[in-house]
């Protein structure tokens, strides 16, 4: 079954923490995803990676950086935590694309807060 | 640029009743796919149907079914006879086939969400 993990459910941080939210996939995908969700703004594109070591920056990069150092990992960096991002992070997951474009596989999130 | 828009914010029903949940997309590229998810109160979106642009024919899959519309740029779901258990926050999405550097790579536009409240 098509399973990605992410580390925490829930997170509590204070401002200016360094903040790590890790993903896991193991359905062996190349193209992992990084979204944010916030009530009457959907879901919005953070950072994506297609290949490992590989990432581009989706519409909403600015206070995040990732990392993959391993295909099934995909790691998102908070690198001095805000109020502002206070927020849903979902990961996504999905095969390699160009046409047809496949659909993405989320995690069930974490919820953080930064006070 | 792509857009997705879900004008409704909030939709309430009767159990048994017939719902419909509106998409209307926005995109420059000829190839392009559309999605469904869902978000239960879990919180994970769970994939619901994918459609390119190639493809008009209506699809139904048990009590869910999709009208997708070129002409009016829309890709409508219909839930027929809801439930409970349908309660959530539904997503509409849009991919285009090909980005500015020649792919895609499959990233999403998303839209709004529509919370759907089904009661008993």
């Known amino acids: 079954d098509v399973k990605v993990t992410q580390s925490s459910r829930y997170l509590v941080k204070r401002t200016g923490e360094k903040v790590f939210l890790e993903c896991v996939q193991d359905m062996d995908h190349e193209n992992m995803f990084w979204y944010r969700q916030d009530p009457g703004l959907g879901l919005r594109l953070i950072y994506f990676s297609y290949d490992v070591k590989m990432k581009e920056k989706g519409d909403i990069p600015e206070g995040y950086s990732v990392s993959r150092e391993k295909k099934e990992r995909f790691s998102l960096i908070l690198e001095s935590a805000s109020t502002n991002q206070t927020s849903m992070y979902l990961c996504?997951?999905?095969?390699?694309?160009?046409?047809?474009?496949?659909?993405?596989?989320f995690g069930p999130g974490t919820r953080l807060t930064v006070t | 640029a792509q857009k997705v828009t879900q004008a409704q914010t909030e939709i309430s029903v009767v159990e048994k009743e017939d719902v419909t949940l509106d998409c209307v997309y926005e995109?420059?590229?000829?190839?392009?796919?559309l999605f469904w998810y869902k978000q239960p109160p879990s919180g994970e979106l769970v994939f619901l149907i994918r459609r390119n642009s190639f493809d008009e024919q209506n699809e139904i899959s048990g009590r869910y079914s999709w009208n997708f519309q070129k002409s009016t740029s829309s890709f409508n779901f219909t839930i027929t006879a809801s439930q409970v258990v349908d309660s959530a926050v539904y997503f509409c999405a849009l991919s285009e086939a090909r980005g500015a550097g020649g792919t895609s790579y499959g990233k999403l536009t998303f839209g709004q969400g529509t919370i759907l409240t089904v009661h008993p």
């Open positions: 996504a997951s999905s095969l390699a694309t160009g046409h047809p474009v496949y659909e993405q596989y």
């Open positions: 995109t420059r590229d000829t190839t392009y796919y």
